[in-house]
């Protein structure tokens, strides 16, 4: 049976980790190093003395906006293909499934995917990871609310959040049958490195008809292109699904949080944003596509 110090390491040495009232430290010969469990439950382990932690994660009020968004149900689809998706493809043992929500954001995919996984009777033994601590303060509430045990689980389910980088991930070699990549950067070698042989990464990326409508507002000329799938090195592709659908948004307030969420919200200018919600809501295009990447 697994518990989460089966899963993560010292973001410092390496060393595996062992809770001890409301910190983690490590159990290496002659270490010393703890992290404090956050009064929210998550842990922060991103990597020591990296001066631009702080400009990788998303801000607060990003974190506020997606979480509004997300809790109005309109992209669960696409938590929900994903789910399946891992259910198909990752391998499972008598201990269920270990899977990492790798970039998880507020956590709100995260839950949804362990959720399914628990239904499944595979667990989940499940961490969510994001450089954004305001993110996984939001996830591990999320987590507690939705009936998960963490630290303490003793019967091999839990739901950990962690601040953490991608490209370091605080995590054991070979230590997972899944992960997931949503809307987040993507450290292939890393990937490669966390998840035993026959695990499965589902990537999740825009389709080319992605969020349209709002790109033509703002492009005069939208390149509506489909992008090809990188082929990394460790990796075969074992199946790829389009998930197009059209979503009304209902009100300006969550126009601009959707818009708020998008790559490109942060290169227009307030002009465009202005435009974009001066209308009670719009009707636009969702257009996800999962891969799922077997590792060889
Ligand atoms: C577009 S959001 C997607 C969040 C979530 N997966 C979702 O679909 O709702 C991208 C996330 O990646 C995180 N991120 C960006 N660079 C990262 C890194 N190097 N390590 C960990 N997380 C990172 C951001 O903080 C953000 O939460």
Redesign the pocket.
Known sequence: MKNVFDLIVCPVCGSRLEKNGGSLFCTGEGRRHTFDIASEGYVNLLPPGKKNNAK???RRE??RS?TRF?GTGK?DR??DAVASLLLKYAPRDADGIAVA??????????CRIADAVRKSGAGPAAVG????KY?VAAGAKRAAGSGFSTFDSNDGSFLCFF?????R?PMADLCLDGA??????V?WEEAARVLRRGGVLTV?GSGPDHLIEMRKMIYDDVRVRRKELPEPEGFRIAGTERLTYRIDLESREETADLFG?T?FACRVPESVREKMTERDGMTVTVDAVNTVYEKI
């Open positions: 990788t994660g998303d990003l974190i997606r997300l992209y696409i938590s929500d790798l970039g998880c954001g507020e956590g709100y995919h995260t990871i994001d450089a954004s993110g601040a953490g980088n991608v490209f991930p997931v990549s949503m809307f987040a950067p450290a999740t969420m790559p």
